[in-house]
């Protein structure tokens, strides 16, 4: 962490003696700003820029560049919030990428996959039956219904002879709980998670109405191994790398700097 400080405040310190240093004055357009200009202009336009447009080019970054140095001799930078966002959004590009950019192995995946199971732990599957009433009527009508179709089912009715048509799988077979509660809602997922299987329940209510309920087979949640979701344990821990990565540097920064506040004000700043 040390060498990554200071390769940092090296990047810094370099930024200021060559501003400094520079002739303001002086604007070059060498081979290699030309040469990105048209690999730029390929990327867009999929050929490489006519001789009219290339110049036009140049005279754009020309411009471009006078009128940020006249910019900056005003001070027109200064308290700017754009500016000063788009400075720290570049900076913390540059924390996120310093430091050991090799692979991790899967043993370290492996241990990140075990200390964060419950981000990548797969819920349960669920497979039902559901009969539908509508929650357009009277919420006693619906109760009643229910309650004389649930009976009935517990009799050995037919489904098809009980509920209401609807719009809903009538059927659903390993369907992961969370899809189960986009289609039918939080709290109705969660009540099947715990009912007992192949019998009639309910009613239990969704954002649609209500619905009696027999559960036919249920998975439980799962945290798979990491071949099986490696890529995505990989995506994370990169991720994870980057932010410890900005956070570490942000607080060797702020070593330097004293905050002061107003001492009615009820904050305080988080130091390292």
């Given at each position: ?41 390929q990327a867009v336009w999929h050929r490489p820029p006519m001789a009219s447009e ?62 964060n199971a419950d981000a990548f732990r797969q819920p349960p599957i669920l497979s ?145």
């Amino acid at each position: 962490v040390h060498f990554l400080l200071i390769g940092l405040a090296l990047f810094v310190l370099y930024g200021r003696v060559a501003s400094e240093g520079a002739d303001s004055r002086t604007i070059e357009v060498n081979s290699a700003r030309v040469d990105e200009m048209v690999r730029q202009f390929q990327a867009v336009w999929h050929r490489p820029p006519m001789a009219s447009e290339l110049q036009g080019l140049v005279d754009s970054y020309v411009h471009d560049e006078v009128m940020y140095r006249e910019g900056l001799a005003m001070g027109l930078d200064a308290d700017d919030p754009v500016i000063k966002r788009r400075v720290r959004q570049k900076l913390d590009v540059i924390s996120e990428e310093i430091g050991n950019q090799q692979a991790p192995t899967d043993a370290e995946l492996d241990a990140y996959l075990t200390k964060n199971a419950d981000a990548f732990r797969q819920p349960p599957i669920l497979s039902f039956e559901q009969v539908f009433f509508s929650g357009d009527a009277p919420a006693a009508e619906v109760e009643r219904q229910s309650r004389e179709a649930l009976a009935k089912l517990n009799e050995g009715a037919q489904v098809a002879s009980v509920g209401q048509a609807s719009m809903l799988p009538a059927t659903v077979s390993s369907m992961p709980a969370d899809l189960v509660a986009r289609e039918f809602g939080e709290e109705f997922a969660k009540r099947l998670e715990s009912l007992p299987l192949n019998a009639w329940h309910g009613p239990i209510a969704s954002g649609m109405g209500a619905h009696l309920v027999r559960i036919t087979g249920r998975q439980p949640a799962a945290l798979p191994p990491l071949a099986d979701i490696r890529p995505k344990v990989l995506r994370e821990w990169e991720n994870d790398r980057r932010e410890r990565n900005r956070a570490e540097v942000y607080q060797g920064m702020l070593k330097n700097y004293t905050v002061v506040i107003a001492p009615d004000m009820p904050v305080t700043v988080t130091k390292p």
